[in-house]
């Protein structure tokens, strides 16, 4: 095989194909459509300091606005912000799409099955591999139940899930 698959290798297969523009436009389309967003800069500017300024109905809608823009900008992207990092963290909507894209064209770039990262939810059985070798009987066996305690706990100084990094619902 070639020199390993970058993280910039996924990214600009992702930029040229177009995904990542679509992505975009979901995440725009999915901000548009947020009621509470909108609901909550309605609220700030209702609430604003601007507009509850004396004189302030004399000022030009121009400089009304831009009084506004400074006082609320940074607020109200704050806000918008959290909520795309929601979107992008939501493993049940575009989140997974975006995890799922990302690791497809990995595979696709390093010729390598999905999935990479099986979803520990899902129990699966291993395939045997003829060239690999059993391990020793003197190997230490603990039972199905205690893994599944120390995942469910989060316990990895006892061996719980190598997976745990990639749980999306397994916070860092």
Same mark, same amino acid.
């Given at each position: 095989? @070639?020199?390993?698959?970058?993280?910039?290798?996924? &990214?600009?297969?992702?930029?040229?194909? @177009?995904?990542?523009?679509? /992505?975009?436009?979901? *995440?725009?389309?999915? &901000? %548009?459509?947020?009621?509470?967003?909108?609901?909550?800069? *309605? %609220?700030?500017?209702?609430?604003?300091?601007?507009?509850?300024?004396?004189?302030?109905?004399?000022?030009? +809608?121009?400089?009304?606005?831009?009084?506004?823009?400074? $006082? &609320? $900008?940074?607020?109200?992207?704050?806000?918008?912000?959290?909520?795309?990092?929601?979107? /992008?963290?939501?493993?049940?909507?575009?989140?997974?799409? *975006?995890?799922?894209?990302?690791?497809?064209?990995?595979?696709?770039?390093?010729?390598?099955?999905?999935?990479?990262? !099986?979803?520990?939810?899902?129990?699966?059985?291993?395939? +045997?591999?003829?060239?690999?070798?059993?391990?020793?009987?003197?190997? %230490?066996?603990?039972?199905?139940?205690? *893994?599944?305690?120390?995942?469910?706990?989060?316990?990895?100084?006892?061996?719980?899930?190598?997976?745990?990094?990639?749980? !999306? +619902?397994?916070?860092?």
């Amino acid at each position: 095989m @070639g020199s390993p698959i970058t993280p910039e290798d996924v &990214l600009e297969t992702l930029m040229n194909d @177009g995904t990542v523009d679509a /992505i975009r436009l979901k *995440i725009i389309n999915q &901000l %548009k459509a947020n009621e509470e967003l909108k609901k909550n800069t *309605i %609220k700030m500017v209702e609430q604003s300091k601007v507009l509850s300024t004396p004189g302030a109905e004399k000022q030009t +809608k121009r400089e009304l606005f831009d009084a506004l823009r400074q $006082e &609320l $900008e940074a607020p109200v992207l704050e806000k918008a912000s959290r909520s795309v990092w929601e979107l /992008i963290l939501d493993q049940n909507g575009l989140g997974k799409e *975006i995890s799922d894209t990302v690791e497809r064209v990995f595979c696709q770039l390093s010729g390598r099955e999905p999935p990479l990262f !099986p979803d520990p939810n899902i129990e699966s059985f291993p395939v +045997k591999d003829k060239n690999v070798s059993p391990p020793s009987s003197s190997s %230490k066996k603990r039972p199905f139940d205690d *893994i599944r305690k120390e995942e469910d706990t989060g316990d990895e100084s006892t061996g719980g899930s190598a997976f745990s990094d990639h749980n !999306p +619902k397994v916070r860092n």
